[in-house]
């Protein structure tokens, strides 16, 4: 089972500010076969990044994402009010299909 | 537009069993794996199990193989989790959840809006 590990747990920054969210495998991730997705309170997730650096249909072009092999980046150019949330990187490279422990990037 | 809609979720009590439904709209249902996610309250996402666009192969979590069944009906556009012998440990919002193609090791691109299921007693 591949293991994610997410840091840091909690990141505190003010509108406008960047945001950079890390998730590292236990093991390579082929074909980069990573997502990122975004939950706020009370909803469903939405997914933001696939393929490590994909944006999906409708995100702004203020996520970005990189990475390959066993070390991957989110990073949100400037923060948005709608972008307070809790990000979870995920793979599909292999099952079980494992997920990252979450990043909450708050209000400062 | 693309939607999944879970449904079936409770209360019940331990040892229980319990049917979730995920119904699809807006896309070709019978050419996609789905998935089931589960969360639960205030934790972190957890992968419980998949199903083959065709439904001839599943797979599962370790902490639900033998207790839980997933299922779909691709004339009903329907997704099914049947889970028996239920504990506390399986409290938790259940996300039905959509691949991007009918290989099952893609991005998971859609996700229902969940089902709460509380087992107490």
């Known amino acids: 089972e591949i293991v994610l590990t997410q840091s840091p747990g909690t990141l505190s920054l003010s509108p406008g500010e960047r945001a950079t969210l890390s998730c590292r495998a236990s093991?390579?991730?082929?074909?980069?076969?990573l997502a990122w997705h975004q939950q706020k309170p009370g909803q469903a997730p939405r997914l933001l990044i696939y393929g490590a650096s994909s944006r999906a249909t409708g995100i702004p072009d203020r996520f970005s994402g990189s990475g390959s092999g066993t070390d991957f980046t989110l990073t949100i150019s400037r923060l948005e009010p709608e972008d307070f949330a809790v990000y979870y990187c995920?793979?599909?490279?292999?099952?079980?299909?494992?997920f990252g422990q979450g990043t909450k990037v708050e209000i400062k | 537009e693309v939607q999944l809609v879970e449904s079936g979720g409770g209360l019940v009590q331990p040892g229980g069993s319990l049917r979730l439904s995920c119904s699809a709209s807006g896309f070709t249902f019978s050419s996609y794996a789905l998935h089931w996610v589960r969360q639960a309250p205030g934790k972190g996402l957890e992968y419980v199990s998949s199903?083959?666009?065709?439904?001839?192969?599943?797979y599962y979590a370790v902490s639900v193989k033998g207790r839980f069944t997933i299922s779909r009906d691709n004339s009903k556009n329907t997704l099914y989790l049947q889970m028996s012998s239920l504990g506390a440990e399986d409290t938790a919002v259940y996300y039905c959840?959509?691949?991007?193609?009918?290989?099952?090791?893609?991005?998971?691109?859609?996700w229902g809006q969940g089902t709460m299921v509380t087992v107490s007693s």
């Open positions: 199903i083959s666009s065709s439904g001839g192969s599943t």
């Open positions: 995920q793979q599909y490279d292999s099952s079980p299909w494992t």
């Open positions: 959840v959509k691949t991007r193609s009918s290989n099952w090791y893609t991005a998971f691109d859609i």
């Open positions: 093991q390579s991730v082929s074909s980069s076969y």
